[in-house]
């Protein structure tokens, strides 16, 4: 079995940011200084708006993002908008844990869901209830364009206080050469990967049917939605983590990998590497990891597609992953105005599948799929067919103010299951009563 100890557990914004530091009321600042702009409207004496925007994109990411702020920039000549890259995601969240203390805050900025809670609580961030269907923001036709599940990934005290950009989902790759050699189509449910998984092991067959990462804490709480748990109901943040479908659940997957059937990633940290070397017939792993997967599988000359989650009980489910984009409170109201444009901007449908077919991200609306580039791009990709399939069912985690450290207790909780063999009803009810202790104290 594998340690799950080896996986970096990201410890984000929401573990330590009420106790990191004291917020700031900030006012507008160097960054966001809005150059004597005094409304949403320019004319040729005024400059434009200035709205500072940090983000973690880098390679050809950061490439099509500088595309996009140049583009919007173009579009129009009240706002402009002036990128700082911050490296990675980490060092994106403690540049915003540090810039909330000295108010030097920019104007929008990429930020995880699970951190939003945290800086709505300490008032770092703006609702934008009111910004995203004002002057600068959607029409309701516009708004009811963007796929359900995303909306939901940065809600706090029932406002929405991010909105989807860089987004991700859960697929299934897998090797036809493999499910040829067996005789066996694609599984559409868990019960054919266990089937897979008996027929391999009958055969004495050292590789495995299903890789799942390391961390696979989505995998399990996907089985237990599956399942029909609620895990952390989004509303009212009541959990079931240790009811029956959720035990359940854990205990499949404990299942798959005490038979066989499957293998965590181990040294690799990800199983991209050897589902790309031929070690597993499946893998569960992001919609953003196609082109880990594509190189490297090139190299061993296998022949690989992706499809649809498995379903458990006939329940199809998967959970976005991703980032999202957050205005801070901090800014003026127009910049405020000018950050929700570019949000705007960066959704429409157009802009939004070029964002995709560049970085490997799905559409955030509905009507980025009618896109013809985009349509003859997927035909030209069939890889990237099976994420777009899952949007119309795709939901976020629930997010909440201390999201951070019940991530960590979650990985914990399994890592000690996987690895020390710890009964897996016990290990959940102390993580629900981990949970409820971390809810109850943070919201």
Sequence with gaps: ???????????????????????????????NSSNGGDSGSNDDNKAPVELTFWHAMNGPHQEEITKLVAAFNDSQEDYKVVE??????????????????????????????????????????????????????????????????????????????????????????????FLDEYDVEVPKTWGEVVALGEKMTSNSDDRVAMGF??????????????????FIE???LETDIAGDKSVEALQFVMDLIDKGYARTA?????????????ES??????????????????????????????TYNDSQLTLFA?????IFSSASEEQQAGGMAFIKFLLEPANTAEWAMATGYVPIRKSAQDEQDYKDYIAEHPEYEAANKELAYGQ????????????????????????????????????????????????
């Design 281 to 310: 017939s499946l893998y569960i792993g992001s919609s953003a990891g196609v082109s880990h997967v594509a190189e490297p599988a090139e190299e061993s000359g296998i022949e690989w597609r992706t499809a649809e989650i498995p």
């Design 266 to 278: 181990g040294e690799d940290g990800y199983f991209s590497g050897p589902f790309a070397r031929g």
């Design 213 to 230: 990462e390391n961390s696979f804490e989505m995998e399990y709480e996907t089985i237990a939605k599956q399942a029909g748990a609620k």
């Design 234 to 236: 989004p509303e009212t």
């Design 1 to 31: 079995m594998t340690n799950l100890s080896g996986y970096k557990k990201v410890v984000g914004g929401a573990l330590v940011l009420a106790s990191s530091f004291t917020l700031v009321a900030c006012s507008n600042n160097g960054n």
């Design 84 to 177: 700082q890259n911050q490296g990675d995601y980490d060092t994106l969240q403690q540049s915003i844990m540090a810039a909330g203390a000295s108010g030097d805050l920019p104007t929008l900025a990429q930020i995880t869901p699970g951190n939003a809670p945290d800086y709505a609580k300490n008032s770092l961030l703006v609702a934008l209830d009111d910004l995203m269907t004002g002057d600068t923001g959607f029409s309701q036709e516009k708004l009811d364009d963007i796929y359900p599940g995303f909306l939901d990934s940065s809600k706090y005290d029932g406002k929405t206080y991010a909105f989807p950009f860089s987004k991700s989902t859960r697929i299934m790759y897998y090797n036809q050469s």
């Design 322 to 326: 991703g980032n999202d984009l957050g």
């Design 396 to 443: 976020s985690e629930t997010s909440f103010v201390g999201f951070g450290q019940f991530r960590n207790v979650l990985l914990e909780t399994l890592d000690n299951v996987l690895s020390n063999n710890a009964d897996v009803k016990e290990s959940l009810q102390s993580l629900e009563d981990q949970t409820k202790t971390i809810i109850t104290d943070n919201n």
